[in-house]
């Protein structure tokens, strides 16, 4: 019996990443203090703070962009530091829904993103 290799995606596509930090009105101060513990100690690109729903991500975050090589100090330090927060990690390799949906990562509580409208802005729904 013959089996077929499945197509696998090359991780060379991914060009960078993306943390999103989960907060709500009682881990704020959390929030607040794990970004200012990453601002200091990585070389990452930090958004705005999103009090509010935006995109796909259902509750209040920040971003934290960072490069492929920040990976392996990053991640590890946020899955011990990330306290009460849920994170989500996903690659970023030109297809936001896929990077959302099926390769992010999820330290604390996975939350239920709305990839409808990410399928909407790439035209795919």
Known sequence: MSHS??????????????AHVYYDGVTKPQAEALREAIE?????TMGRWHDEPVGPHPISMY???F????????VPWLMVNHGRLHVLIHPNTGDAVSDHAHYALWLGEKLPLNIE?????????
């Not at 200091?40 to 990452?44: E, H, I, K, L, M």
């Not at 409208?117 to 729904?125: E, N, S, T, V």
């Open 5 to 18: 290799v499945p197509d696998y995606a090359d991780p060379a596509g991914i060009t960078g990443y993306h």
């Open 40 to 44: 200091a100690g990585f070389t990452v």
């Open 63 to 65: 971003q934290v962009a």
């Open 67 to 74: 490069e492929v090589a920040e990976f392996p100090r990053l």
């Open 117 to 125: 409208f990410l399928k909407r802005i790439a035209g795919r729904g």
